[in-house]
């Protein structure tokens, strides 16, 4: 697009940009913090402390648990694939 296309559709396409970009960044931010490898453990670690302390019952440990891990291998995944 020219230099006068741009200027001429800036009012129309500026905003729209803008959001989308927001968007991406909005994205990009809640995955790395969803998929931190870090804070996933230290769930794991606070889960195994509740149920030592009798909070919760094994059933409910055990299916917290799954989804736990199941994050972290996903988690994995997408930082070998290079996608976080």
Request: no cysteine; net charge negative.
């Amino acid at each position: 697009m020219s230099v006068i296309g741009r200027i001429l559709s800036a009012p129309v396409l500026g905003p729209i940009q803008g959001v989308v970009w927001l968007a991406r960044t909005v994205d990009r931010q809640a995955r790395a913090e969803i998929y931190d490898v870090d804070a996933i453990r230290g769930a794991l670690a606070e889960l195994e402390l509740k149920l030592d302390l009798g909070e919760i019952e094994l059933a409910d440990y055990e299916a917290q648990e799954e989804t736990l891990l199941r994050r972290l291998k996903e988690a994995r995944e997408l930082r070998r694939h290079g996608q976080i």
